[in-house]
């Protein structure tokens, strides 16, 4: 699905822009930005850092998700994201463990643009990525 992008889009393209250029990934060499607006308008971005112990890796989503808890604050009703640009070099699905931290906060169709730096690419839901995320409901503690 490719959308005509709204100013909003175009903004928040632009700050994942700018933090896939922050990016830290001398070992993969596939520098990511994220871009995350949230509903009151505000745009929190981030970028993969990697780190020569492979699992102290963070992706560039979890990266912004996680700077927006904490300027926000962790409650849904506090946070609101409302879409998410992501940018790598060829519209890249976001991996399992970002999909999963993102299903903690969002609706299932929760928008995601699978961009590149020319543009915010085509469009998707979380759902389509994640049918069946492992929320609270899944444990009983919905």
Known sequence: ??????????TV???ALAAQKNSYSPYSKYPVGAGL???DGSIIAGCNVENSSYGGTI???RNAFIAAVAQKGPLVGKFKPKLLSLITREEAVPCG?????MSEFCAPDF???LGTPA???RAAKLKDFLPNPFTPDAQGLG
């Open 1 to 10: 699905l490719r959308m005509s992008p709204t100013p909003d889009l175009q």
């Open 97 to 101: 463990l970002c999909l999963q931290v």
């Open 37 to 39: 607006l949230l509903e």
């Open 119 to 121: 543009g915010p690419g």
């Open 59 to 61: 992706c560039a989503e």
């Open 111 to 113: 928008p995601i643009y």
């Open 13 to 15: 393209h632009a700050a």
